[in-house]
């Protein structure tokens, strides 16, 4: 055994040297050699004891100063000598002893390493122009793209980062195709044709979040804010998502594609009965067209089954958003907007409900018409049910002149208001086309 590690395993079995060794590691990583002062509180008169042993010195108050050279020095006068203190501490933790900033730069080499390994790949079975060449470059030169993300996996898993930073790099080849050929897919399929796991690229998984990065990239655009606009990038680069579970009721309304209008919501208007619109349904529908120049639109269910209960043989339109309004909605709106129509929006009388209203008001300006969400609409809309601080705070940065009365009045009742206690206006004003 050398005398480096015969001296290591001494001091492991001495309990008494414990601290003072984890201070010595700490300061040859800072400072790369035997230097700096150890300061050691509470120490016991065994640590008193040992320490000063080796110093030469003798220690009489419970804390205890002495130097790393001190100690080293004091070392080399032993049976142990002679004796290289950087091996004695890394014999001692059993690890490689580095300065931190020599640990740094070796992990960032390992880094820079990992990148250029995933870009050299790609450059050879894809080339030097394809797109995950050069959102790799991208994301290394100017460490945005999903620099952070793949950095943050690689410290986790580096095999793990790998295969991730692969896939989403054959998804970018897979979208190059795709605007080659002008083809499409769903986002599952999508997902499982490159990865197996027909999830990988779901919304808010860490593969998705980086596919989106590396679209922004690709298409020079900026990261999506919203659900909305999450769903338009992909679809801008062939990808569909999930178009089932965005939807919206509707009753009235006309849809057309480039063959004429679509015979499905002609039925459902002639027959004045209310559909359910997809996502999926609204794949190749260029127009939108209301039966009358106004139309309504609620936020709750109950509200909508009661108006079209009571408005049968009638000539209207009517969607239900049913809460926040969805990706279909806010594909929907322009296109009835631009065929002249007008649309009165209502919604409840709660921080949610004047938040989503003023949304939609800030998003199409004078085309929404804030309806039946006035401070007087609150008084009769208003239940018993609390909304609490939390709610109050949401509705401190409400834009729309009528809804920021309603807000203030929302903040000193502390209720919530409803649309199901002013269904009667609602229908009445449905029914005399004209809103108070």
């Not at 990583?29 to 000063?52: C, H, K, N, P, V």
């Not at 027909?198 to 922004?216: A, K």
């Not at 209720?415 to 004003?429: S, T, V």
Request: charged letters at 25%; hydrophobic letters at 35%.
């Amino acid at each position: 055994m050398s005398s480096d590690r015969e001296c290591a395993e001494y001091f492991r079995s001495q309990k008494a040297y414990d601290r003072c060794f984890k201070e010595f590691w700490k300061k040859w990583r800072s400072y790369g050699r035997a230097a700096g002062r150890i300061t050691l509180q509470d120490a016991s008169e065994e640590e008193r004891r040992a320490i000063g042993g080796i110093v030469g010195k003798v220690f009489f108050e419970e804390k205890i100063q002495f130097s790393f050279d001190e100690f080293e020095a004091g070392l080399q006068k032993t049976r142990f000598a002679p004796v290289h203190m950087q091996a004695v501490l890394e014999a001692y933790f059993g690890r490689k002893l580095q300065t931190s900033q020599a640990e740094l730069d070796e992990n960032q080499k390992k880094k820079s390493d990992f990148l250029h390994g995933i870009r050299d790949y790609f450059q050879e079975t894809a080339g030097g122009d394809s797109a995950p060449v050069k959102w790799l470059e991208e994301l290394t030169a100017a460490k945005k793209y999903g620099y952070q993300i793949i950095l943050r996996e690689f410290g986790e898993n580096p095999r793990q980062a790998e295969l991730l930073t692969k896939h989403v790099g054959n998804a970018l080849l897979k979208l190059e195709e795709y605007k080659s050929t002008e083809s499409d897919s769903t986002l599952a399929v999508f997902a499982a044709d490159i990865s197996g796991n027909p999830h990988y690229f779901d919304r808010g998984s860490v593969g998705g979040t980086l596919l989106i990065h590396g679209i922004c990239c690709m298409e020079g655009a900026e990261l999506p804010a919203n659900a909305h606009s999450w769903r338009e990038l992909l679809q801008s680069v062939g990808i569909v998502p999930d178009n089932v579970s965005s939807l919206v009721h509707a009753c009235g309304l006309r849809l057309k594609t480039k063959e004429g209008w679509h015979p499905a919501y002609e039925a459902f208007c002639e027959r004045k009965e209310p559909c359910v619109i997809t996502m999926e349904n609204m794949r190749g529908i260029r127009e939108a067209q209301p039966l009358e120049t106004r139309v309504y639109i609620v936020e709750n269910e109950m509200v909508f089954t009661h108006l079209i209960h009571h408005l049968q043989n009638r000539q209207y339109t009517l969607l239900c958003t049913s809460g926040q309004p969805r990706s279909v909605v806010q594909l929907l709106i322009p296109m009835i907007l631009k065929s002249g129509a007008q649309i009165y929006y209502s919604g409840d009388i709660d921080p949610d409900g004047i938040r989503i209203a003023d949304r939609l008001w800030q998003k199409f300006g004078a085309g929404i018409q804030i309806w039946r969400m006035s401070p007087e609409d609150y008084e009769k809309s208003c239940s018993g049910e609390s909304i609490g601080a939390s709610g109050s705070s949401k509705l401190e940065h409400i834009r729309h002149p009528q809804l920021k009365r309603t807000a203030e009045a929302v903040k000193e009742r502390r209720l919530a208001g409803y649309q199901e206690n002013i269904r009667q206006e609602l229908l009445r004003d449905i029914k005399e086309s004209g809103l108070s």
